[in-house]
Every structure is written in C-alpha cells, then in structure tokens.
C-alpha cells in the first residue's frame, strides 16, 4: 500500500497499514504529550516496562539468573539483526555507539599504505572523535562536507582512494534527517578496496535496512530513539566474512572464544562477531531493548516508512505554511520524517514547547519534530501550532 496523499485521499482521513489506535493505547504517555522527540527518545510502551520488570523480577526473586539472563542478550542480539536482515553470530554488543565505534576503528591498522579514513561532517560527532583519536596511531581523517543539509555522492567518490581503510559514513544525518545512499557509498568504497561503516542510530526503526542488499560491511546503533528502548545498550553488525580477519585492540573477557575458561595468560577470539563484545553486557538493557526492537520488527520497517512519508510530507508541507524555515532538504525520498526547522534559541524553544504538552528535541541551531509510528497527523499538526506559535511569541 501507498500512503502518498492524493486529492482523492485526503491526509486526516488516511491511516497506516497497522491498528494505530491499538499501538497508542500502549503507550502511557500520550494521555499527557504529544511525543515528537523520537529522535531523541522515543516513549515507554506496557511491553518495553513488562520486560524491564521481568529482569527485576528475576534478580529479586531468584538473586542471580546468569543463563536466563545471556539468554535474553542473545535474544536481543538475534532481535537486531532481524532488523537488519543479517544473523546473529553478526551481531555485537555493546553500551554505546560511541564504545561500538571505537573497538571497531581499533581493529584497523593504520601504519600502512591504507591510512586513510573518509568520514562525513554529517556524522554524530562521537563517530568522528573515535576516528580523529586513531590519528595518534597514523591514521589520517578525511571530511566529506555537508552542503546545506544534505551530502552530495561525488565528493565520496573525490575523496574515497587507493589509501583508504574504511569510509564512514551515517544513514541518517542527526540534526534533519537527511539520509544517505548507503549502497552507493558501499559500492564506491568497495571498488577502492575499502570498508563501509554506517551509523544507522537515526534512521534504524523508521526504514527497512538491509546490510546484505546495501553492502554494508559494518553498521552500529543503539536503542533509546526509534527503536522504543534506553539508554546503556547498542549493537554492531559486522559482515560475518570480515569477522575471522578483524581483531580489536579494545576487548573484554566475552570476546574470548570461550569466556568462562578464566584464561588470563591468553587472548583467543571468538568467532563472528562476538569477537567485539567487551564485559559483562547491559542485561537489563537487552531485556528493554529486545522488546522495543520486537515491536518495530512486528509492525514492519516498510509500513512504519509508509506511514512516516505522509507525517514527514505533512511536516515539511505544514512547516511552510507556517512560516517555519526547514534545514536541509524537503524531498521525502532522501530523508527521514524528522523534519528540523531553524530557531533563535532552540533549548528555549523545547522548553516552551513541553510546557504546551508537545515534546520536540533541541539540536544547535535547530528544533527536531520527529514522528513515529504511533503519531497521527493530529499530533503533526498540533506540534506545528505549538512552535510556529513559540517562535512567534518569543
Ligand atoms: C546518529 C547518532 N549516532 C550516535 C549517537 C550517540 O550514540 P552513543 O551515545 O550511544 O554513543 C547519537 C546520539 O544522539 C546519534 O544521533
């Protein structure tokens, strides 16, 4: 099905391909707010907070559940890669993108004729600190711009060379939503013998991803904003083929082949990607996690995506009308729904928004709607009286 507004269709009568009414009643907060702080962190559903109790449950009553609880790690492991469409030996864990990030730039060497790295200005800027850090070991950082709002292919492939080791590069763009072709950068990287890294926080749980179909050789995020989850957990795929030729300098005990050997005298690795895991991992996290996660892969990233062009078309079209200035490009099919719009004083402005009961999500010099699945065109609408109104009287 197709979501596009028509004239035959009018946008406050469509709807999406799934039970909105029954997906809102799960989550509390909507009887207060309207959520559009997606970006950001998305709301507590009955599911995410049943989950959570489970785990306290378990440590409450029984003290320690140590199999149960691995068990739900790798539940949640096998959560994310059917997000992305890869296995679960491809998936790593860890508490943070920025932790995801690091362990993997220090598994290249950097001391060769390969020392280059080309990242983009779109990058969060945790992903480009972990790549500048790696200079101390010869690597050398090269900047794909950002040109109002958007980056353009071509100056990947100016930038992109014999010398480089990995391209890095996000799916979506933090601060507006601009997404990026990763299988075009894939394909470039590869003919120049190089690795593809995506950073797919801001994107993940509001498109389909595919690593097999895009090419993608590594891909991190975490799970407080789509993907219904918190803080302290985050997960990286890493193309199974690579696995066996990659091993970090930043590694824990569950990296060992077999961590429960207690081997101090020796450093073995894993195969697949559980090469990458550090310590003990986020348990309570993976139970939250897992759930949010399911909830996304129950609805479907495609009739999400469905949904989120009528509200980000909505956004884009009724931010205009406004008068509100949109960041970056107005074209759905190269961006996500978060739409950003330029403010004098963004904190300010979320400030007066949440106390009008609609929640947006300050970045710099811009304040981020950004719906999800559960959001109607209503909520859409009233967040755009609320800040044209904000910014008007402030
Ligand atoms: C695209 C993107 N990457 C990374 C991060 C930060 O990740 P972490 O705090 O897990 O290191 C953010 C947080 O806002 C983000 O939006």
Redesign the pocket.
């Known amino acids: 099905m197709t979501n596009i507004a028509s004239p035959l269709f009018p946008l406050g009568l469509q709807r999406p391909a799934y039970d909105l009414d029954a997906w809102r009643e799960q989550i509390p907060l909507l009887d207060e707010l309207v959520p559009m702080n997606n970006?950001?962190q998305s709301p507590q559903t009955h599911a995410t907070r049943a989950a959570g109790e489970r785990y306290l449950e378990s440590w409450g009553r029984r003290g320690m559940d140590w199999d149960a609880w691995m068990e739900v790690v790798r539940l949640a492991k096998q959560e994310f890669a059917r997000l992305i469409n890869a296995s679960e030996d491809e998936i790593a864990v860890f508490s943070?993108?920025?932790?995801a990030?690091s362990a993997l730039a220090t598994a290249f060497d950097f001391d060769g004729p390969r020392d280059r790295v080309v990242v983009s200005e779109a990058?969060?800027p945790?992903?480009g600190h972990a790549w500048l850090a790696q200079e101390r070991r010869g690597a050398e950082v090269a900047w794909v711009p950002v040109r109002d709002g958007v980056v353009e292919i071509d100056d990947y492939d100016r930038l992109i060379d014999e010398r480089t080791t990995v391209v890095s590069a996000?799916h979506?763009y933090?601060l507006n939503g601009f997404t990026q072709d990763v299988a075009a950068i894939a394909r470039l990287a590869h003919a120049r013998g190089a690795f593809l890294f995506v950073?797919a926080?801001?994107s993940l749980g509001t498109v389909p991803v595919d690593v097999r179909a895009t090419g993608v050789d590594f891909l991190a995020a975490?799970n407080l904003?789509f993907l219904m989850g918190i803080?302290g957990i985050?997960f990286m795929y890493v193309r199974a083929e690579l696995n066996e030729q990659l091993t970090p300098l930043a590694t824990g005990w569950f990296g060992r082949a077999d961590p429960f050997a207690f081997d101090v005298t020796h450093l073995d690795w894993a195969s697949g990607a559980r090469r990458f895991d550090m310590g003990t991992p986020p348990v309570l996290n993976a139970y939250i996690a897992r759930a949010g996660m399911q909830i996304i892969n129950d609805i479907g990233p495609q009739a999400i995506r469905d949904w989120l062009i009528v509200l980000g078309q909505r956004l884009i079209d009724g931010g205009r009308a406004r008068g509100l200035t949109l960041h970056g490009t107005d074209d759905m099919a190269r961006k996500t729904a978060t739409a950003a719009f330029l403010v004098d004083d963004s904190h300010a402005v979320e400030e007066a928004m949440r106390a009008r009961g609609v929640l947006p999500s300050a970045r710099g010099p811009v304040i981020r709607l950004a719906p999800h699945f559960y959001n109607t065109v209503d909520d859409v609408d009233l967040a755009l009286d609320v800040l044209a109104t904000v910014v008007r009287d402030s």
């Not at 943070?96 to 932790?99: P, Q, Y």
Request: charged share 20%; with cysteine.
């Open positions: 970006c950001s943070s993108v920025s932790e990030t990058e969060f945790t992903i996000c979506a933090y950073d926080y801001q975490g904003k803080p985050a």
